[in-house]
């Protein structure tokens, strides 16, 4: 075997799939590679969490850290992928806009997958293996990047479209901000069950 046999990379090149004029197949293929990555790291973000809450009472306080900071560090590199978009030509973007035809990556099943698990699984946060202020302070921070990310999308929004209306039947700016607030409504009921 060979190591693009080993992690399918026809495969996965072959996702790329732009769906716009051919005059701004590159963009588009720029703007598609950076919301793969995202999913990629989604799904990684996913399996640790649960395998997270599948050990939580038999493994180590060490263990519990190096994988919560394993889904911080996803986070972060969702964050800077996304700044990868400033390099997006503007004009073209809005060229090819119309070709999501309404979808937007805040619809991504594993994102809404990611909501669930983090912000309403309560079993977790009312776990006593957990209560130790590290692990809370580790879990403060991936509600810190999440919220982070999400910022990074209205920086784009502001970018791009300005305060128009948003992909996927959003209001854009104001949608983004509304998101932000929720979860850090959420968050701070979390902390109250962790403290």
């Known amino acids: 075997m060979i190591y693009d046999d080993y992690i399918a990379l026809q495969k996965l090149l072959d996702c790329n799939n732009p769906q716009a004029d051919p005059k701004y197949a590159l963009?588009?293929?720029?703007?598609?590679?950076?919301h793969h990555i995202h999913e990629i790291?989604?799904?990684?973000?996913?399996?640790d969490l649960q395998s997270f809450d599948a050990k939580?009472?038999?493994s180590s306080l060490k263990d519990k850290k190096d994988q919560l900071y394993r889904i911080?560090?996803?986070?972060?590199?969702?964050?800077?992928?996304?700044?990868l978009l400033e390099f997006l030509d503007k004009e073209d973007f809005l060229s090819f806009r119309p070709s999501l035809t309404g979808i937007s990556g805040m619809q991504s099943s594993q994102y809404l997958l990611w909501i669930e698990a983090f912000y309403k699984t309560v079993d977790?946060?009312?776990?006593?293996?957990?209560?130790h202020s590290s692990i809370t302070s580790i879990l403060q921070s991936i509600h810190t990047s999440h919220s982070d990310w999400l910022a990074a999308h209205e920086e784009v929004i502001l970018h791009f479209i300005q305060n128009d209306h948003g992909t996927g039947d959003t209001e854009g700016l104001?949608?983004?901000?509304?998101q932000r607030n929720h979860y850090d409504t959420l968050w701070?009921?979390?902390?109250?069950?962790?403290?």
């Open 188 to 195: 701070n009921e979390i902390l109250t069950t962790l403290n």
């Open 27 to 34: 963009e588009e293929s720029f703007f598609i590679r950076i």
């Open 174 to 178: 104001r949608y983004m901000q509304e």
């Open 124 to 131: 977790r946060y009312s776990n006593q293996s957990i209560h």
């Open 56 to 58: 939580v009472i038999t």
């Open 41 to 47: 790291n989604f799904a990684q973000i996913l399996e």
């Open 72 to 83: 911080l560090a996803c986070w972060k590199l969702n964050i800077n992928t996304l700044k």
